[in-house]
């Protein structure tokens, strides 16, 4: 029997294209048309060629912003990731109480970010707020309105709270994947606690948490609103990070040019580091369907 | 489109990399390429290899504008070059 090749089915992704180009293509080439002009307002442009590239890339303040928002990531990966794991772990394995865990811990990820920047903001005042009265009690100094170490730990602390539930979650939906036989083969082996973790929970789970980890880090690396909302990227310029100092650069000072090299040039960083997380977790994939 | 603050620059920027995908397409439609695994461990077609030269050119470009003074004609030879390599060995 011969095929009928049918090419009538390209039409059905007109529609997607058409959003994709007016959500995404036509602002991206607006942006890069930006980013080598300077304007006064008015729609009038100059070109001014790599100038705002050339500007951008010899300012500390880039770098500076950089690097604090590496140095977020970093740090919030590093406690999201274990934290979610061994919630995922003490989570109970079905029953009522499953359930309710479950929607326990997905109530933080149903909170607006700028509700979750105000909730922290009044938690950690000293003279209202449950955490920054209990450590003013305490006879601990905070404040982290005028303390950078005070800022960045409840920026942190916020982070953690807000989206720890979304590893846990991913995690447990990994656990519960994990076939029984798993667990009774590790049982007649004398396995203990944590060589099933290592050997069996830990390596049926790197897919999930491969996700969790690509997630966490662009969501980390283009946080904005909740440490706006917190800190306004203060004490001083101590959690200014990225997207704040470009929102404050193309809103606040209004330069638009600059912003929008700034604008490219973080841009191509997260798709760079999407790029790496989605090429090890579809080769990763492969090679466990080898296997 | 005014307020697109379109220059003539950018403009064949935008048509040389809608040629360059409508060229690739065509290409594949013509001679399917299969994967291959290069020097990086990866498995790649054709439009990955296109892709990692252009995010490549992206980051060699900004990397010419902040360390030298030279033209950009040179980020754009080094470009060119590092493209081959890619479509070559990668």
Known sequence: ?291 | MEWMAWTLPTALFFVTIALTLAGMSLLHLKYPGTPRTGILGIETMRGDRLFISLLGSGFINLAWIGLTDASQYGALVICGLFAFCVFRWV
């Not at chain 1, 930006?34 to 307002?41: A, L, R």
């Not at chain 1, 790599?50 to 919030?76: C, K, M, T, V």
């Not at chain 1, 865990?101 to 909170?111: A, K, N």
């Not at chain 1, 101590?238 to 040039?265: C, H, N, R, W």
Request: glycine share 6%; charged share 15%; hydrophobic share 55%.
């Open chain 1, 1 to 291: 029997m011969e095929k009928t090749v049918n090419q009538r089915a390209w039409l059905l992704v007109i529609p997607v294209l058409i959003l994709v180009a007016f959500s995404s293509i036509i602002p991206m080439m607006t942006v890069v048309n930006y980013s080598f002009q300077d304007s006064f307002g008015g729609n009038e442009f100059f070109w001014v060629g790599l100038e705002w590239y050339r500007e951008l890339l010899h300012s500390e303040r880039l770098w500076d912003a950089f690097g604090r928002q590496l140095l977020f990531s970093f740090i919030i990966l590093l406690i999201e990731i274990p934290l979610g794991i061994l919630v995922a772990l003490s989570m109970p394995k079905k029953g009522f109480a499953a359930s309710i865990c479950l929607v326990l811990m997905s109530l933080p990820l149903l909170i607006p970010y700028n509700v979750v920047g105000t909730i922290w903001q009044v938690f950690g005042r000293a003279d209202i707020g449950l955490l920054g009265r209990a450590l003013s009690d305490l006879g601990i100094s905070y404040n982290y309105s005028q303390n950078a170490f005070d800022a960045w730990a409840t920026v942190i602390m916020m982070d953690v709270w807000h989206w720890t539930s979304l590893v846990a979650l991913l995690s447990y939906a990994g656990l519960r994947s994990i076939p029984s036989a798993y667990y009774q083969a590790a049982k007649i082996d004398q396995a203990g606690r944590w060589s099933v973790f290592r050997h069996i929970e830990l390596p049926k789970m790197r897919g999930v948490l491969m996700i969790a980890i690509l997630l966490r880090f662009m969501d980390s690396f283009m946080i904005y609103t909740e440490p706006f909302v917190l800190t306004g990227g203060g004490p001083g310029n101590a959690t200014t990070f990225l997207s704040i100092d470009l929102v404050k650069m193309a809103l606040g000072q209004f330069d638009l040019g600059p912003a929008a090299a700034f604008s490219l040039m973080y841009f191509l960083v997260i798709l760079l580091i999407s790029y790496v997380f989605y090429t090890v977790m579809i080769t990763a994939d492969k090679n466990e369907a080898n296997r």
